[in-house]
Structures are given as structure tokens and as C-alpha cells.
């Protein structure tokens, strides 16, 4: 059945107007029939979910989600689920989002400090049941209709039982201008030193309404990032500068803590610390261990089945990052994790908002194959020979070739490289290294 207005969810909720939609999901406004509460009521596709593979990360979020309960969290009441769709009935926050207000300009000091406040607490909480968000920014933070901040969207979270045994994370997630240098590094992180560095870069861009590491170019912005590099406007506070310093700290151990934060002078301003006697308690003074192991099969029967209570809440599902697939093929070729298919994106290129140079074409060209990698390989080695260029060196997923015909330019040397995207599905990047662009042209035709 289609979801439209005015439909009627398990006798329970009322769908009224279409509030967003993504890849597996669309949330509507709705009212809950007995009490006449405003929720939102995000509806997946069960179809697309089961075929993704993505029951564990259902599990895996209503486990966080039942660690996290705080007043500047967004809340989730139940999940429903019938033949074709899941639904998760949430807390419906009207206010938007808090990157709204940063694009109308910079907020004064003490609402920035307000809201600042509320996030670290929503932060602390989060990091005290062994649970790190990973993407914290502006979009993830909604303003309720008091005016209150509310962390939302924990599709990239992490919990206690994602660290290795080196006890760091692994996954390198979340929103690139966010993300810490530790991140960028992939050696392994800590997941909750890694949210309170998207928490300073929040702060600057809340007094700013403008990002501290930004450029257009994705590498440059990763260098800025490892470098610490960022400055200050004028209007800044010696409090904001001093407390920025400690947060926007590129060694992880050195960094300030959400505890340490909280006992900041120009933190403590006004701060009321909130009470969470109503929340989880832990045993021991210990963090709780997150089950993943609970019943999830009621969500995927084929009848109307209304799962969850107000007690036990679940989570939505958005924004996921699945692991990588192995070729099926013994050549090896990296992967393409998020970072770089949006460093790829023109799309998503936002450099038009800020700088009025326009960039110079780039030699490069990229294509789409739905053939093994190694297949691939052979074919470019195959194109290099009967356009009379020669094998230079040769790796896995990487091949160099050069012209044997001197150019204007000295002879061409081009450079190809195998991206996976899927088992079935690669990206062939190719560049022009030096000579002549005519014959790097010509060789880009023939693939």
C-alpha cells in the first residue's frame, strides 16, 4: 500500500505532510491517534534494506538507542513493521535543523555557547554508554520548538564491541570538513576523541558561519585538517580561542575531554547541567554492554507486527556505511570508501559559494566498467600495445604507460588506476602525466 496523507499506520499513528526523504526511507509528519502527539514517522523499505544487507546495523542502532536517552537526543517510541515497510515512530522536532541558522550568518556568542553546551552534554552522555556518533555537524543537530539542540541521525554510530583489539575504530566515516585527523589517517582512532574534534569545528562554525578547514579540493582540505590549520576571525573571544586551541588539538591524546570541556571558564557561562536520573543507570559505575544479539525477526514477518515500546525504543535507519566487498578476482584494487566518492562528486563541489576563480579543466577521465578487475587490466595493457605504448611499471590496479613517439611536450606518460566500487562494478581512473594531449585523448577513446 502506498503511504500517502491521511493514511492510517497500525491503528495507531495518522500520516499527514512529507517532511524529507532518502535512499531507503521517507519521514512524514504524523499524529498518534490515542494521545494526538506530533511524531515523525520515518517509513523503510523493507525490500531495499533486506537486500542491502543491512539487518545487523538495524540491530546494532536500536541497541545505541537504547543507551541513549537524554533530553538533546532525539527520541525514538516504537517500530512497526507490516509486509513491505518498517516503520520507527520518533520524536518530531520542528525547529530544523541548527545548520539553517548558520546560513542565515553567525550566531552571537551566548547562543552559540547555548547550544554548545547542550551538544557536549548530548556528547558526554553518548560517550558514557560507550556509544560515538561519528557524524556530528550542523545537519544532524535539530532545534526543537523551545529552542533546544537535539542530536539526531546515529546511522554512523559505534559502540563499545565496534573497536578492535587495539581498542580503536577502523571505519573511516562520517563528513570530511568534520572529521579529525586521526580519521583521515586510518590507522585507528578513538571514536569519542574523534566526535569532540566534530564538536570544535561545530563551535567555529557556529561563531563564524564558516567552515575552519574548508577548501575545494578534498586533499588540500585533508592537509589543512592533519595540520591543525585554521584561524581565528577577529570577533572571536580570547574564551572561544583558548578553548577552540585545546579541541581542534591534532594529537588525540593531548585533546581536551568532554569533561574537561564542561569545567572550561568560558563553557560553564550559564550552564545547567542536565539531569539524566530518568535515563539507563549503570551497575557499578560501569559502561553497559550493548546486546546485539536481541529477536529482530517480528520486523520481517510478513504481517502487520507493531514491535518496540515506549521503553524500549528503536532507531532509523540513514546513512550507513557498509564494509567494502573483496574482488572475486586475485587482483587487488582499492576501494572507494566515501571520502573519495564525494572528493569525485561535481555535484557536491561548493566551491561557488566561496571563491569566484573558476578551476582549470583537469586532464583526467574516468569510466564506468561492470567487468572483473583484472579483465580490465588486460584490456588497457591490450589498448596500450595497439596505440604503440609501452607497459612502464605495473601493480595491482595501477598501470603507467608512455608513448614511443616524441611529442612538442616530450612523449606522452599516462597513468591508470582501478577503483572498485562493487564486486561487479569498477572505476577506471586514467591522468595525464606529461607530453602531449592529443595522444592521451586518443588513448582515452580507444578505452
Not at 518498517?86 to 553567525?106: H, N
Not at 559505575?285 to 544479539?293: E, S
Request: net charge positive; charged share 25%.
Amino acid at each position: 500500500m502506498e503511504n500517502k496523507k491521511g493514511t492510517i499506520l497500525m491503528q495507531r499513528y495518522e500520516l499527514g505532510k512529507l517532511l524529507g526523504h532518502g535512499t531507503f526511507a521517507k519521514v512524514y509528519h504524523a499524529r498518534n491517534i490515542k494521545t494526538n502527539q506530533s511524531v515523525a514517522v520515518k517509513v523503510i523499505d523493507k525490500a531495499k534494506i533486506m537486500d542491502a544487507g543491512l539487518i545487523n546495523q538495524i540491530k546494532r542502532e536500536i541497541s545505541v538507542m537504547r543507551l541513549v536517552k537524554h533530553p538533546n537526543v532525539v527520541r525514538l517510541y516504537e517500530v512497526m513493521a507490516n509486509k513491505a515497510n518498517i516503520y520507527f515512530a520518533m520524536e518530531y522536532v520542528k525547529g530544523g535543523e541548527l545548520f539553517d541558522k548558520v546560513t542565515k550568518g553567525r550566531l552571537k556568542e551566548d547562543a552559540a555557547r547555548k547550544y554548545f553546551q547542550q551538544l557536549i552534554s548530548a556528547v558526554d552522555f553518548c560517550h558514557s554508554r560507550g556509544v560515538c556518533h561519528r557524524d556530528l555537524k550542523p545537519e544532524n543537530l535539530l532545534i526543537d520548538d523551545s529552542g533546544n539542540l537535539k542530536v539526531s541521525d546515529f546511522g554512523l554510530s559505534a559502540v563499545s564491541e565496534s573497536r578492535r583489539q587495539d581498542g580503536l575504530l577502523h571505519t573511516m566515516c562520517g563528513t570530511p570538513a568534520y572529521v579529525a585527523p586521526e580519521v583521515i589517517n586510518t590507522k585507528g582512532y578513538n571514536g569519542e576523541k574523534a566526535d569532540i574534534w566534530s564538536c570544535g569545528v561545530i563551535l567555529f562554525v557556529l561563531l563564524s558561519a564558516y567552515l575552519p578547514f574548508y577548501d575545494a579540493n578534498l586533499m588540500n582540505m585533508y592537509k589543512k585538517i592533519s595540520k591543525g590549520a585554521y584561524k581565528c576571525p577577529n570577533w572571536f573571544s580570547p574564551g572561544v580561542k583558548n578553548l577552540l586551541s585545546k579541541i581542534l588539538d591534532t594529537n588525540p591524546n593531548t585533546r581536551i575531554t568532554a569533561a574537561e570541556i564542561m569545567e572550561n571558564t568560558w563553557f560553564k557561562k550559564g550552564f545547567k547541567k542536565i539531569k539524566t536520573s530518568n535515563v539507563i543507570t549503570m551497575k557499578n559505575n560501569a559502561k553497559q554492554t550493548v546486546d546485539l544479539d536481541f529477536d529482530l525477526e517480528s520486523i520481517f514477518q510478513e504481517t502487520e507486527t507493531p514491535t518496540g515500546s515506549s521503553t524500549d525504543p528503536p532507531v532509523k535507519l540513514e546513512k550507513v556505511e557498509t564494509p567494502p566487498a573483496k574482488l572475486p578476482t586475485t587482483l587487488k584494487t582499492p576501494t572507494m570508501n566515501a571520502f573519495d566518492i564525494i572528493s569525485l562528486s561535481d555535484g557536491l563541489n561548493l566551491s561557488g559559494l566561496f571563491e569566484d576563480e573558476v578551476p582549470t579543466e583537469k586532464l583526467e577521465s574516468r569510466f564506468m566498467m561492470k567487468k572483473p578487475a583484472a579483465t580490465i587490466m588486460s584490456k588497457l595493457e591490450e589498448v596500450a600495445v595497439t596505440e604503440d605504448f609501452r607497459v612502464l611499471k605495473k601493480l595491482d590496479g595501477t598501470l603507467i604507460i608512455q608513448g614511443t613517439k616524441e611529442g612538442k611536450n616530450g612523449k606522452v606518460a599516462i597513468d591508470a588506476e582501478i577503483f572498485e566500487f562493487a564486486p561487479s562494478l569498477h572505476m577506471v581512473e586514467v591522468k595525464l602525466l606529461s607530453g602531449d594531449t592529443v595522444e592521451y585523448h586518443k588513448f582515452c577513446e580507444q578505452i
